[in-house]
């Protein structure tokens, strides 16, 4: 038989057994006196047969014994309906455990694993086997919390087989095509009696878990025609989209409300949207036309492109968890809460987002290792991560953002909305999707830390593991400095290695001094004096880098801390005591500058550099502590107040020598500007900017380099197309067109 043949021979045999089965299963359900009675939270008003499971699946079980082939992958699938159909009907009779249930269901997901029906991601046996089992227990389970209203878990089965079959169909899985089409065939011949105003029967236990297993295989089997492995997983969260809401909804309702989630209620989505539509059939046709545009997406991302797939997954988790927030503010009368789970919940929720908040951290100070996930295989799943935990802390906490805040979010969704919008012009349409999709990431990464950082804790929390993670970096640049082969950490001699980006990495280590030399003003000298020492560390690899950019960044933010940030006057001393330690240290560092001569380090300059900033660091460590105690003793005396007084009055001094220093040199200034402007606008180093040997040697204070030419196309390119521009991400074409030098840049 050719597949059309098979898929009209199973959906019509399915449909047609299951229709014909309903009605003795109600009489089967009236004789033995097999009812769903009213009671509490439940909507119908009078008895209403069980036994709605056993039609439908034995007109699922005939139609994919005859027509679904492939008896490999089909026993084991029956096998599962048949133990799980008994399992709910005693169920539906008389009360199983809900670790029997669990027990039961996790036995089935090894089965199916073992059978090649699970999940294979090629990420390792564990990891295949462990996903498969919480996918099948999920999937179970969410229809079987969806099955509380006429018609709904009966209609979004439908809905999704009939996607899974599509799948199938596009793929050419004749298997999968096949058995989706009886599910769905099962599902439809059921509904009529189902969906009636009163319903005449109802699916029970006994047939919604064994359908929501039938639909956790075949949607695993979908997601897997897949061609790159982590995108089945989006493919599959869109497949079975609403159940997943749904199940997400009461889990994080109750939750919030410290009610159990095996407690019967009605919070769930369709009696949430019950409240909106006039009708249970209503609800059930408006939540499968739902899912029914969710299969479609998942449908066309199954073979579309990674950024599609992105995006779709991307934009159901936001919608997702503002539908939670949203529902979540219905009230429930049926619910009373427990003050004491409530407070657990809270306290426990705090826990969670510290955790969330040090991984965000260590993350983030640790992104150098790993190129700071710029290669899309990364940031993807890390992205969609990011969105995920982001939608689960917006419904958790759920809050009105600032002014500023708001400023900020706007402004990110605006870029990303543009870069996406400019892929309908761009040359390169997959650059410009691509850059919008890193827009809304970092959109995502802000809402969530906005979300989490709720106080000073959580401020300090999230800043401690960054500087953490950046304190990492820099002590291992520093045992590769003092290695075998230094050489590897630079190109043409400025400091590179892990990051690969100059100017990324020394305003990284710059980012990290400055947590450092906050705590480094602790009263405590066992504290100040290691933090001191850090901080000086960072700084001497930050002036190693040789960035112009990093040290425009480190001025401007000195500035800021010194105006704005009370508490002057140690901050000052630190800053005197960590730059006297760098000075000291610089002529070992601006050594690796110079005499790599835009070639290879030598090994012994590299060394000499690492122990000059390993000396430094302890150095000035042990002098900041030794001062801090001096202070605190100070600062016991009678005339402590007096001697502060003092010492805030002297840092004057500096300031006005430095100031006296300028003005003497403004002729040498000026003459160094207009030279350097010169360099900078013909695209080249000074002639005299290599210094003799033996000299220190610095560009830091060099106008020189390429960014001139970056700029000057970058601003024709603007003025060919001043109101839409070329599309996000195609900046490098026209640039590779009219450059002046051999660099190789994509960004303006």
């Not at 036995?107 to 996918?135: E, K, N």
């Not at 075949?218 to 989006?234: E, K, N, Q």
């Not at 430094?616 to 402590?640: E, F």
């Not at 196309?713 to 900046?731: M, R, S």
Request: positive net charge; proline residues 4%; aromatic residues 8%.
């Amino acid at each position: 038989m050719t597949l059309a043949v098979r898929l009209s021979v199973g959906f019509a045999i399915a449909c047609a057994l299951a229709y014909l089965a309903t009605p003795y299963a109600i009489a089967l359900a009236d004789r033995l006196q097999f009812y769903d009675k009213p009671a509490g939270y439940k909507g119908h008003v009078r008895p209403t047969p069980y036994l709605g499971g056993a039609a439908v699946m034995a007109g699922l079980i005939v139609a994919l014994t005859l027509a679904a082939g492939s008896w490999q992958k089909t026993a084991p699938l029956l096998a599962g309906v048949v133990l799980l159909c008994a399992v709910g009907t005693i169920d539906d009779r008389r009360t199983v455990s809900p670790a029997l249930r669990v027990l039961v269901e996790l036995a089935l997901a090894v089965f199916i694993w073992a059978t090649d029906l699970g999940w294979h991601l090629h990420a390792g046996a564990a990891v295949d086997l462990a996903l498969t089992c919480v996918w099948v227990v999920g999937v179970v389970n969410a229809f079987n919390l969806f099955d509380n209203m006429d018609g709904a878990a009966s209609t979004m089965a439908l809905v999704v087989s009939a996607g899974a079959a599509l799948i199938g169909i596009v793929n050419g899985d004749v298997w999968l095509a096949v058995g989706a089409a009886c599910l769905c065939g099962a599902c439809l011949g059921f509904l009529p009696r189902n969906i009636s105003v009163p319903a005449r029967i109802f699916l029970g236990d006994g047939g919604s878990m064994p359908m929501g297993f039938v639909v956790a295989v075949l949607v695993m089997v979908a997601a897997g025609t897949t061609p790159v492995a982590w995108r089945s997983l989006l493919v599959a969260l869109l497949l079975i989209g609403i159940p997943a809401l749904d199940t997400s909804l009461v889990i994080i309702s109750r939750r919030r409300r410290g009610v159990s989630v095996l407690w019967g209620g009605r919070d769930h989505l369709t009696h949430r949207a019950r409240k909106l539509l006039p009708s249970a059939r209503a609800v059930a046709v408006v939540l499968g036309a739902i899912q029914a545009a969710l299969s479609i997406v998942a449908v066309l991302a199954s073979r579309g492109e990674a950024s599609f797939v992105v995006i779709s997954a991307s934009l159901y988790l936001l919608v997702a968890g503002g539908a939670i927030a949203a529902l979540d503010t219905q009230k429930l009368e049926e619910f009373v809460v427990a003050d004491e789970r409530a407070d657990r919940g809270g306290r426990w929720s705090s826990k969670r987002a510290l955790a969330c908040l040090a991984v965000l951290g260590l993350g983030a100070g640790l992104s150098p290792f790993f190129f700071a996930y710029y290669d899309t295989s990364l940031w993807v799943p890390i992205g969609l991560g990011v969105a995920l935990v982001c939608a689960i802390a917006v419904v958790i906490r759920p809050a009105r953002p600032a002014v500023p805040a708001a400023l900020s979010l706007g402004g990110l969704l605006g870029l990303g909305v543009w870069s996406l919008a400019s892929a309908s012009w761009a040359e390169s349409a997959e650059s410009a999707v691509v850059s919008g999709n890193r827009w809304l990431v970092y959109l995502a990464l802000l809402l969530l830390m906005l979300v989490l950082v709720s106080h000073e804790r959580r401020a300090a929390v999230l800043l401690g593991a960054a500087a953490t993670g950046v304190a990492v970096v820099g002590v291992s640049v520093l045992a590769r400095l003092l290695g075998g082969d230094p050489g590897t950490l630079f190109l043409g001699g400025r400091l590179n290695s892990p990051l690969g980006y100059i100017n990324g990495e020394g305003c990284l280590f710059v980012m990290g001094l400055w947590p450092f030399l906050a705590l480094a003003e602790s009263r405590r000298a066992r504290v100040a004096g290691p933090a001191a020492a850090v901080a000086t560390l960072l700084a001497c690899l930050a002036l190693l880098s040789q960035s112009r950019g990093t040290a425009l960044a480190l001025l401007g933010s000195l500035i800021l801390v010194v105006a704005l940030v009370p508490g002057r006057t140690r901050r000052v001393y630190a800053m005197l005591v960590l730059a006297g330690g760098v000075a000291l240290a610089a002529p070992d560092l601006l050594r690796v500058y110079r005499d790599a001569g835009g070639g290879a380090v030598p090994v012994g300059v590299a060394h000499s550099a690492g122990l000059a900033a390993l000396l430094a660091s302890v150095a000035v460590g042990v002098v900041w502590a030794a001062l801090t105690a001096a202070s605190r003793a100070i600062a016991a005396r009678p005339d402590g107040p007096r001697i502060a007084r003092a010492a805030s009055w002297l840092l004057a001094v500096p300031v006005v020598v430095a100031l006296a220093v300028g003005v003497a040199s403004t002729h040498r200034i000026e003459r160094s500007v207009s030279h350097q402007w010169h360099s900078f606008v013909r695209l080249g180093e000074p002639a005299d900017s290599r210094a003799p040997a033996g000299a220190p040697n610095s560009r830091l204070l060099s106008g020189a380099g390429n960014r001139y030419d970056y700029w000057r196309i970058a601003w024709t390119v603007w003025q060919a197309h001043p109101v839409l521009g070329v599309g996000a991400g195609n900046y490098a074409r026209p640039y590779f067109q009219r450059r002046a030098t051999t660099e190789d840049v994509d960004q303006p």
